[in-house]
């Protein structure tokens, strides 16, 4: 987000396909499905190219109709090789680079302000939960936008099982941070790993809600596997990939992007047409897949759904 030589709304010619990462995929998703319904692979064992995801019987999804659009959704060709992941590089094309991320085994801590920390296997988290598809539109403070089947569950009931104190204000989430497979973390004056944060306010409203999947599958690397957030009424930096920490803390926590050019990047990072970018504007939006641009709309649509957190908040940034 920091490249200032190239717009944002001029890289799509510069997209790359790598259409072999995907069709791979599928093939040995098909050929060792059976393997993974017979319960041979647990939760704790790392995955050998070639293994299926251990939650695959899981998809698809039932759809929740309370969250549909009226957009068409982005075709996955286009999501799955367009992406920013900067652990994996800061141009959009890091697909192939995020195949090396070893997402099994993986576990997900949750500490702080809560009554007991603990740390569980994300499949027994997965299976904890109860999954849904979402469709969801999604807009990157770059001014392009996207709209998402994505899989998973309410934030809410994350929080719920982590049982918060009455202390706890706020909910901070971290990425991995693996700089010999992320060769992105290899670049020190980032302030590694990806940090993000919501109140608790927000992250146990019913449009907060945490990714496991996506196009009615596993989520694909370059997504956020094996988990990650997606806060639709906010610039994308919020939604957070690749999550494997949540630590529930009364002092609001420093995002990446905010640490890294406070000036630019804030904490609320609410999506609104008026309020630009201190180095363009955010008016309108390019949808990727048609590239056609169309007016940005406040909360990204969903001010029905969350305006009411931010009534008393009129003195604080929450547009940037
Ligand atoms: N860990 C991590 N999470 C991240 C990012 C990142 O670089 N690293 N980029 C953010 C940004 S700027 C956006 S727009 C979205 C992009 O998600 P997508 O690639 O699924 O479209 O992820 C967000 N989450
Ligand atoms: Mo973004």
Known sequence: ????????????????????????RRQFLAASAATASLGLIGGGTALAAGDADPTLDLYPAKKNEAYTIKRDLTPERVNANYNNFYEFGSQKGVAAAC?????RPWEVTFDGEVETAFKIGIDELIRKMSLEERLYRHRCVEAWSMTVPWTGFALKDLVALAKPLSSAKYLEMKTFMNPDVAGGQRATWYPWPYTEGLTIEEATNDLAFMVTGAYGKPAAKQ???PLRLAVPWKYG??????IVKFTFTSKRPKSFWEDLAPAE?????????EVPHRRWSQATEKVLGTNHRVPTVLYNGYGDQVADLYKDMKSE???M
């Open 1 to 24: 987000m920091l490249v200032k030589s190239i717009r944002p709304w001029d890289l799509s010619e510069s997209m790359v396909t790598p259409e072999h990462v995907f069709i791979n």
């Open 99 to 103: 195949q090396a991320l070893e997402t």
């Open 223 to 225: 997504f956020g596997a």
């Open 237 to 242: 930096f919020k939604s957070i990939k690749s």
């Open 265 to 273: 990047y804030g904490f609320w990072a609410n999506v609104n047409p």
């Open 317 to 319: 940034p929450l547009f």
